[in-house]
């Protein structure tokens, strides 16, 4: 690997919390009367909270809410989200991925976390992920979200790396040109890994270890 830092997505990644978005979601639409289904909520991969809940708003045939109303529901599925976070453990990161890290790690590449999520700081903390991170960007830290590069970035500069020194890990095709967009090579996993459109592609996470 000629890169000298690997900045890495959260959700879908390190840790597979999608399950609890999508039932957050689907707990709030179903109070609000709003259809929600798991093909609408594939298109919030990597989109932020309030640009999720605009695309879950386009089904929604009655009054419109204020801006007000929005804030509120978004901070409604933040709360639902968090509940089921509390649960979390270390038990829900994979050996291969604490594995990967650690050799890593020796190898003496810088890591961080470059996510869109509020919640990243919760969910490293509870799954005992965070000391191995030089650095963590997330969603308290930046107004734009992907596919705007600024969370990658704001990563690379904290890490004290230029953009061409980094290597981004994404599942999202937002994540993957987030990163392009920014100057940096690109490996994709899970559904990223699908489209194409990354530098590399990792059929497993351990691959980041070979490319």
Known sequence: MDAEAVIFDL?????????????????????KGIYFDEEINQ???????????????????????SPEEKKEMAAEKNGIYREYLSGMTPGDVTEEVRETL????????CLAVGSSSKNA?????KTELRDFFDAVSDG????????????????????????????IVEDADAGIEAGKRG???????????????????????SDLLII
């Open 183 to 205: 100057g940096m090579r690109t490996a994709a996993y899970g559904e990223a890994a699908k489209s194409g459109k990354a530098d590399y592609i990792l059929r497993h996470f």
């Open 11 to 31: 959700d879908g990644v390190l840790v597979h919390t999608d399950r609890f978005h999508y039932l957050a979601w689907k707990k709030l639409s179903d109070e």
């Open 102 to 109: 650690t050799e890593l790690k020796k190898r003496g590449l």
């Open 121 to 125: 700081g919760f969910i490293l903390e």
């Open 140 to 167: 308290t830290m930046i107004t734009k979200t992907k596919p705007d590069p600024e969370v990658f970035l704001l990563a690379a500069k904290l890490l004290n790396k230029t953009p061409e020194k980094c290597l």
């Open 43 to 65: 298109r919030l991969r990597g989109v932020s909270r309030e640009q999720s809940l605009e695309i879950i708003l386009e089904r929604y045939e009655g009054e419109p809410f």
